[in-house]
């Protein structure tokens, strides 16, 4: 369990299976999928970089790229 309510959530893949979760919510991780292109900006200008679950996220989406990525829950 990761501290968030109704469980865990992360982001699958499904074109290849995989499950990345990390430690945030479902809406959270909705919107990083949904304003990739945003977070990406923002990352360049930041000096102190982004929080641990958006860099995971964003590495996965990479990963992914091309493929058809959802928010799951558990």
């Excluded at 860099?55 to 989406?61: I, K, M, V």
């Excluded at 992914?64 to 928010?71: A, E, N, W």
């Amino acid at each position: 369990m990761t501290g968030i309510p109704g469980g865990r959530h992360g982001f699958a893949c499904q074109d290849c299976g995989e499950v990345r979760w990390l430690n945030q919510g479902l809406l959270h991780l909705r919107w990083l999928r949904d304003r990739e292109h945003v977070v990406r900006e923002v990352a360049q200008h930041s000096s102190s970089g982004l929080d641990t679950w958006m860099d995971e996220g964003l590495a996965f989406l990479d990963e992914h790229r091309g493929h058809d990525v959802i928010v799951v829950s558990e």
